[in-house]
């Protein structure tokens, strides 16, 4: 894989990263759990046919310390709208995953004119008390990779320190990342998505991988039922809550015949 184009946009006083790739009609990618510590196949995937841009999430990792700045629900739903629009991704397909997928849908709900097809990849924001999602945040460290991937060696190489990795600062920015969730999600995940799904007029594409350990799968029909705009809900085999990182090309070309 070659690397992408590396820019930076100041998203409340913190310069945030922002990646960019390919050629074509732009197509933006707002990270699941974890963030992206690196460059993944699937975004080269994407760049095949697209031009990718990956603005980071506040205190995911190329978001520095901007989670600290969000008090609350409100502060995350416009900074991420303001992430979009700093990346240059008005108008634009977005896509989001697990947690980015909750901001997506956010973004779509309430500024409709800014998403002209949406891809939601098991995103968070819903809660149903009889069927709970799984709380990452609770789990020990070496059951995480399991929970997230079908494949846990796709998290762990996802997460694996590269050559000439600040031993000190790579392991903080990776808890980092998980805090930041924690404090966009709290309590359990509910953002109270429900009450804004209406609202989405894009066409959606929901997508959801077949192992995924973390969002129940009737999650996914609570979604479409409460889209206003036209839906089409996927299963991936294989695949585990990040399905991006398991199935990177089956993920990508879904998408990219939704967006076409």
Known sequence: MSEPEVFFVELNGVPTRVWRKGSGPRIGFLAGFGGLPRWIPFLDRLAERRTVVVPSLPGFPGGGRGHAQLDDHLDW???ARRLVG??????????????????AAEVAAIWPETVRRLALIAPFGLFDE??????????RADAVPALLCADPENWRRLKAPPEGADAIEWPIEQTRASEAAARFLWPLGNTR???RLPLIQAPTLLLWGEQDRVMPRSYAARFARAIAGPSETRLVPGAGHLAELDR????????LAWTA
């Open 193 to 195: 998505l429900a009450k």
């Open 248 to 255: 990177p090309d089956e993920v990508a070309a879904a998408i």
């Open 86 to 103: 700093l990346a240059g991704l008005d108008g634009a397909d977005l896509v989001g995953s697990s947690v980015g997928g909750a901001l």
């Open 130 to 139: 009889a069927e709970p999602p799984a709380d990452p945040w609770a789990q």
């Open 77 to 79: 739903v416009l900074a």
